[in-house]
């Protein structure tokens, strides 16, 4: 990971925040396998860690965070560790659902969570109901979600709005794709970090992060601790973003 100046860290109250930070949380499995135990007791760490960094986000006044937590690839792992995993959901949505309650956080999803069992889908209308009363930090769970089916659904209700009559074709800009997109009505993210090593994007936030700052850190999700998100907000208030213009001098 790039270094950041020392002096920097004193003073984080008066760097540039975010407003969207997305997260890759990736490593689980190697984080298990590391210490000879099964993938689904690194996802289990994983799991605990999610809850630890979105309560951090929420107090440091970032105000999106989006988390990936199962893409549309993730089916092609094998049956016991998709079942771990969906159990592992299970339970920390009920968690979650009574401390981001206490915290203020809003919990939306991102995906198409209509595949998942009655149960898991009923906590997910649960949780989602408690979040309208909610104020706090937007947290986005990216479940079954996948940059690609994201922007082919959205291709289909465009298509379907020109088809009634509703939408004339020539009208559709960046800005009716946005809209039609999971994450419709909110910013960007501005900066995404993708722990464990890996230098890739995964089929997250496709559309929306083609102006994100990316931040690849050398080390597996469970381990990955405030201080680490906080050298990553250090390391995000050093980039220069021109959006394609030049820097003002
Ligand atoms: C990320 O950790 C969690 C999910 C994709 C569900 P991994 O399970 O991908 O962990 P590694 O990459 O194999 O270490
Ligand atoms: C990306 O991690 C998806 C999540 C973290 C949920 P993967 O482990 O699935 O990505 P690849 O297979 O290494 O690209
Ligand atoms: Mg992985």
């Not at 997305?22 to 499995?29: H, K, Q, R």
């Not at 981001?100 to 898991?120: A, C």
């Not at 379907?160 to 809209?179: F, H, P, R, W």
């Given at each position: 990971?790039?270094?950041?100046?020392?002096?920097n860290r004193a003073d984080r109250s008066q760097r540039p925040?975010?407003?969207h930070v997305g997260i890759i949380m990736d490593g689980n499995?190697?984080?298990?396998?590391?210490?000879?135990?099964?993938?689904?007791?690194g996802h289990k760490e994983g799991a605990k860690?999610?809850?630890?960094?979105?309560?951090?986000?929420?107090r440091i006044g970032i105000q999106y965070l989006t988390?990936?937590?199962?893409?549309?690839?993730?089916?092609?792992?094998?049956?016991?560790?998709?079942?771990?995993?969906?159990?592992?959901f299970k339970q920390y949505l009920k968690e979650a659902l009574d401390e981001f309650?206490?915290?203020?956080?809003?919990?939306?999803?991102?995906?198409?969570?209509?595949?998942?069992?009655?149960?898991?889908?009923?906590?997910?209308?649960?949780?989602?109901?408690?979040?309208k009363k909610q104020t706090g930090m937007v947290l986005n769970i990216a479940m079954n979600y996948g940059g690609r089916a994201e922007l082919v659904s959205a291709v289909k209700a465009i298509c379907a709005k020109v088809t009634s009559g509703e939408l004339e074709q020539n009208e559709i800009d960046e800005a009716t794709i946005s809209q039609?997109?999971?994450t419709a009505g909110q910013p960007d993210p501005d900066l995404i970090i993708r722990p464990s090593g890996e230098y890739r994007t995964s089929n997250f936030l496709l559309w929306q992060s083609a102006y994100a700052e990316y931040l690849f850190m050398d080390i597996l999700w469970p381990?990955?601790?405030?201080?680490?998100?906080?050298?990553?907000?250090?390391a995000y208030a050093h980039r220069n973003r021109r959006f394609g213009g030049v820097t003002p001098v």
């Amino acid at each position: 990971m790039e270094q950041v100046p020392n002096q920097n860290r004193a003073d984080r109250s008066q760097r540039p925040l975010p407003r969207h930070v997305g997260i890759i949380m990736d490593g689980n499995g190697r984080w298990a396998q590391r210490r000879g135990l099964p993938r689904s007791a690194g996802h289990k760490e994983g799991a605990k860690n999610f809850k630890r960094i979105a309560k951090y986000c929420n107090r440091i006044g970032i105000q999106y965070l989006t988390v990936y937590a199962f893409s549309t690839e993730n089916w092609k792992r094998p049956a016991l560790e998709i079942k771990a995993l969906m159990l592992l959901f299970k339970q920390y949505l009920k968690e979650a659902l009574d401390e981001f309650e206490e915290e203020n956080i809003q919990i939306r999803f991102l995906g198409d969570t209509s595949v998942f069992s009655s149960d898991l889908q009923e906590l997910i209308r649960q949780t989602q109901e408690a979040a309208k009363k909610q104020t706090g930090m937007v947290l986005n769970i990216a479940m079954n979600y996948g940059g690609r089916a994201e922007l082919v659904s959205a291709v289909k209700a465009i298509c379907a709005k020109v088809t009634s009559g509703e939408l004339e074709q020539n009208e559709i800009d960046e800005a009716t794709i946005s809209q039609y997109l999971d994450t419709a009505g909110q910013p960007d993210p501005d900066l995404i970090i993708r722990p464990s090593g890996e230098y890739r994007t995964s089929n997250f936030l496709l559309w929306q992060s083609a102006y994100a700052e990316y931040l690849f850190m050398d080390i597996l999700w469970p381990d990955f601790t405030p201080e680490n998100l906080e050298e990553a907000l250090d390391a995000y208030a050093h980039r220069n973003r021109r959006f394609g213009g030049v820097t003002p001098v």
